[in-house]
């Protein structure tokens, strides 16, 4: 009898650790990803390498050698500028990444450090950051 007290309070006061240690809420994690402001940082991306596709494909038509493309030539590389374009904003949108986004944090935090991290990035100082 004395040794079932014993693991019952030893239960007990490990419970805390355990709490601890247990895995995040996926919404505990989409407030940290929206704190940290990861859809807005992902469109900036997507903006920078569509501006950087763009100024690419430009110099390359500069320096080419050879005769000019005609219209007809142009519009089928700016049409495949394009759809490429369009192709890499469809596969990273974030309705497609953001879930394995969440899972990896699931898979990777406590809820305690989840917890932590969003009263950080809360306050002024992890706004600034």
Same mark, same amino acid.
């Given at each position: 009898m004395r040794s079932a007290l014993?693991?019952?309070?030893?239960?007990?006061?490990?419970h805390p650790l $355990?709490?601890?240690?247990s895995p995040p809420t996926e919404d505990s994690v989409r407030h940290l990803l929206d704190l940290l402001q990861t859809r807005l940082i992902l469109d900036r991306?997507?903006?920078?390498?569509?501006? $950087?596709?763009h100024k690419s494909m +430009?110099?390359?038509?500069?320096?080419? &050698?050879g005769p000019a493309l005609n219209a007809k030539q142009q519009q089928i590389i700016d049409q495949y500028q394009?759809?490429?374009?369009?192709?890499?904003k469809d596969e990273l949108a974030w309705s497609k990444i953001e879930p394995g986004i969440v899972s990896a944090y699931v898979k990777t935090f406590s809820? &305690? +450090?989840?917890?932590?991290?969003?009263? $950080?990035?809360?306050?002024p100082s992890g706004q600034s950051v």
């Open positions: 014993v693991a019952l309070l030893a239960l007990i006061a490990a $355990f709490a601890q240690n991306a997507m903006n920078n390498m569509d501006d $950087f596709l +430009e110099q390359a038509r500069q320096t080419q &050698k394009a759809d490429m374009i369009s192709d890499i809820q &305690k +450090e989840i917890n932590d991290m969003s009263a $950080f990035y809360s306050s």
